[in-house]
Each structure stands twice: as C-alpha cells, then as structure tokens.
Nanobody, 128 residues
Framework: QVQLVESGGGLVQAGDSLRLSCTAS????????VGWFRQAPGKEREIVAA????????YYADSVKGRFTISRDNAKNTVYLQMNSLEPEDSAVYYC?????????????????????WGQGTQVTVSS
C-alpha cells in the first residue's frame, strides 16, 4: 500500500508557473505508475498527465501539451507536475494517483478507474 500527499498548489495569475509534487510513503514508488488528474467545480475528474513507473513513457492531455511536464524522482518517492503558462481554465483541484505495476512493465494509465491510490488533492487557482 502507498500513501500519497500532493503539495505546491496555490493562487497565481494567468501566465505564471507552478510545480506540484506528489510524495509517496509506504512501498517503493518505483513499483507504481502515476497520474495527475484535476477536477473543476461541476466537472468530471479528468486526466492531465501520466508517467510510467521508471519515467520512460509519459502522456499529456491535449489541453496541457506543451505547457505541463510530468517527471519523477523515484529516489525521492516523488512525482512532479511542472505547469507553465497557466490559464484560468487550469483552475481545479489537482490529484495524484498511483497504480501498482509489475517490475517488467513501463506503461502509463489514463483512466481514473485504473488507479488504486489517491491523494487528498491540492487547489490550483489561476486568475485572469
């Protein structure tokens, strides 16, 4: 089992940057594929980015391609989401999620139902 804690959210202006962190405790984080999701008021929770267990493969939603970067440092049990050129439409609660995977796999997952563990979320608000 793994526990996830997100941090780094806040209130910024359009065009600013933020870096979110997802830190895991429990089992070695290299055993997990990780995804970042977000949920705005009245909307479904949606995938933002995903990364395979050793970081060899990544996925980005079209809405964030070229602006967001997902990365991980398994030695620190942490996955990051660097968010640049933020827009008001990026305002949401951001969640990280983890899914245990076999050691020989290096895939990512984009469906929220594929994830076993979730953090509590961190609020990102972008003002225009």
């Amino acid at each position: 089992q793994v526990q996830l804690v997100e941090s780094g959210g806040g209130l910024v202006q359009a065009g600013d940057s933020l870096r979110l962190s997802c830190t895991a405790s429990g089992r070695a984080f290299s055993n997990y594929a990780v995804g970042w999701f977000r949920q705005a008021p009245g909307k479904e929770r949606e995938i933002v980015a995903a990364i395979s267990r050793v970081g060899g493969r990544t996925y980005y939603a079209d809405s964030v391609k070229g602006r967001f970067t997902i990365s991980r440092d398994n030695a620190k049990n942490t996955v990051y989401l660097q968010m640049n050129s933020l827009e008001p439409e990026d305002s949401a609660v951001y969640y990280c999620a983890a899914r245990s995977v076999y050691w020989y796999t290096d895939g990512y997952y984009t469906d929220r139902g594929q994830y076993e563990y979730w953090g509590q979320g961190t609020q990102v608000t972008v003002s225009s």
